[in-house]
């Protein structure tokens, strides 16, 4: 069978993480240089995936061992995770660009080390075939997380990350109590035959067990009530950890709660869970936009306002139409280019002026005018402005929204919306008009990188056709339950 | 049929989540957590395990039919690693909050807030 090699997507990074501790000898910039090295092979691999998933039609199913699922265990690569892991890796071949100038604090192997299995959590939690292994990525992921959140050793990056520690502690073990009832019904793990299985479920069972699983993921995912920890993480945590974060770390757990949620589609009370979703999602929304209106830190600001989008995209998939998870899908792309775009060029501000207090930012258009102006393009096209590409897929969003009938969410979001436009045209004041400053030497691979992500977020903003027909596929992949359970080869075990 | 072992479960993860929630020191709450785990450990076992049978590691007079199903024995031998590794996560950043803050009280450390 073809596409074997998209197994490397897992293994790379995970040989890689291992060999960093022998570079250790070589200094401290070859460990940086390495860590280039194997995002660039990452994305590479990445992109091949890609482009046979999406010029073929057909996902890439990696078998290990060879053995068929339900009994051997198996990796999917179908439209969503193709186009997904090419974002994880450009993202972090983009953040290990920048940590070349941001990572100053030492031990470089073990931020490198961290890197790298951040990435390979991320990459397998979209990847992964079955439940069980779901969580054993997740917590490889949340386990990097946790320590990358203590990186910087300061008090606060140590108060977050234990923040995050003891809530993703009792995210898993919920995770981990409906992987137990979903196993203790249906005999399976893989994700396949649980879609085959579902409706033979008991209602309760399969009810409450997707209520623990989506209250596991929750924590990940960012939503409402349990995202405490997250403002806190993105502020304490090294800059291109923060964008990688926002980037696709909450995704991967997005996409897990959303593929979970559709592959239980035929038990009996699968719409309650849905409803459930909904408001948290607005919840979210809400809370996060409001808590970001407050906030004197950029960074924080920021992370607020990804929170909120987080949400937004949750909405979208709790909707349970195709339309509403096309509409997520498209959303959680553009999100992952702004947001990349923003938290690099607030990074590298922050590390050249000395912090993220917004009074830093005074001036930075005569100061730091590349910088200001990602930051700008940025901040225009989350706040949702046409001819930026956030705007499509907000507006796609509205529409789904609104033909299932949630006409109080619809209006909740474009409220919270509106409380956004406020506080970051507040910062572009704050950049465009206050202050003066002499101007300051700009990275140039930095620029350059907000340059091509600046010219992503414009061109998908006015051509907006091409992703939107790539989102559409992904969508379907997620949402097609009965052609993901006809394209697994299982076994002919308890079916 | 509802086995003992599903109640002694849930008793532990209520526990656990109690010492979480209530507790003020640190070093309780992640006392707390580590219960929690046993518990989640302990209901994944029970759901595998059926009365009267052996371990399933196949060898004279054991076949298939006489044991109990492995695979979540095979689960939990795997959370508990991954317990493992996030308490000695959650001790070494307690260890530092230590040395930042001078104390292991929570409402103490509070300089993250909004």
Do not use: C
């Amino acid at each position: 069978m073809n596409g074997q090699y998209a197994a490397l997507l897992i293994a790379v990074p995970l040989i890689s993480a291992f060999f960093v501790p022998l570079l250790k000898g070589a200094g401290k910039n070859a460990i940086k240089y390495f860590l280039i090295a194997v995002t660039a092979l990452q994305t590479g691999i990445a992109a091949l995936v890609f482009q046979q998933v999406y010029t073929t039609g057909q996902p890439i199913i990696v078998m290990a061992g060879g053995w068929k699922p339900p009994v051997g265990i198996n990796l999917y690569f179908g439209h969503f995770a193709a186009l997904f892991v090419l974002i994880v890796a450009v993202v972090s071949f983009l953040m290990a660009i920048f940590s070349l100038e941001s990572i100053k604090v030492e031990p470089i192997d073990k931020y490198a080390m961290l890197f790298l299995l951040l990435m390979l959590g991320a990459t397998g939690m979209i990847a992964t075939g079955d439940i069980f292994n779901l969580f054993v990525f997740m917590e490889i992921t949340a386990i990097s997380a946790y320590a990358l959140t203590a990186y910087n050793k300061t008090g606060e990056a140590a108060e977050a990350s234990m923040k995050y520690i003891v809530l993703g502690g009792i995210g898993s073990s919920f995770f981990l109590i409906g992987v137990a009832l979903i196993y203790g019904s249906l005999g399976t793990l893989n994700m396949a035959q649980i879609a085959q299985l579902a409706a033979t479920m008991n209602p309760t069972v399969a009810q409450v067990g997707l209520a623990l699983i989506i209250f596991g993921l929750a924590v990940e995912a960012e939503i409402f009530p349990l995202n405490a920890w997250a403002p806190d993480a993105y502020q304490a945590a090294p800059h291109p950890i923060t964008a990688m974060f926002s980037a696709f770390v909450v995704k991967a757990g997005l996409y897990a709660m959303a593929r979970i949620i559709y592959l239980m589609q035929d038990v009996g009370s699968w719409g309650s869970v849905l409803k459930l979703l909904v408001v948290l999602a607005t919840l979210t929304v809400i809370v996060a936009e409001l808590a970001a209106l407050r906030q004197r830190d950029v960074k924080r600001m920021i992370a607020y306002s990804s929170i909120a989008q987080i949400g937004l995209i949750a909405l979208a998939f709790a909707l349970g139409t195709q339309s509403g998870v096309d509409a997520g899908v498209f959303h959680m792309v553009n999100h992952a280019i702004v947001k990349a775009m923003l938290f690099l060029a607030v990074g590298y501000v922050a590390m050249t002026l000395g912090g993220a207090e917004i009074e830093n930012f005074k001036g930075l258009g005569r100061r730091m005018p590349l910088m200001a102006f990602a930051i700008s393009v940025g901040a225009i096209a989350t706040v949702g402005i046409p001819l930026f590409n956030i705007f499509w897929s907000k507006v796609r969003i509205i529409l789904a929204t609104l033909q299932v009938g949630y006409t109080w969410a619809a209006v909740l979001v474009l409220a919270a919306s509106v409380v956004e436009a406020v506080y970051y045209f507040r910062l572009l004041h704050v950049i465009w008009f206050e202050g003066d400053g002499e101007k300051i030497n700009e990275n140039l691979a930095i620029g350059l990188m907000v340059l091509f992500l600046a010219a992503l977020v414009v061109v998908i903003g006015i051509y907006p056709d091409y992703v939107w027909s790539l989102a559409q596929k992904a969508g379907n992949d997620i949402f097609n339950v009965a052609s993901y359970i006809k394209n697994v080869p299982l076994m002919g075990v308890g079916a | 049929m509802i086995s003992v072992y599903y109640f002694g479960a849930i008793a532990l993860v209520l526990i656990g989540l109690y010492a979480i929630l209530v507790k003020k020191n640190l070093l309780k709450i992640l006392i707390g957590l580590s219960i929690m785990e046993t518990g989640v450990n302990l209901l994944l076992i029970s759901i595998g395990y059926v009365s009267g049978r052996s371990a399933p590691i196949l060898s004279e007079g054991i076949g298939p039919s006489q044991a109990v199903d492995p695979i979540p024995q095979a689960l939990v031998l795997t959370a508990i690693v991954i317990g493992v590794a996030t308490t000695a996560m959650a001790l070494s950043v307690a260890m530092l909050i230590y040395e930042k803050y001078g104390t292991l009280n929570i409402e103490e450390i509070r300089r993250l807030r909004g």
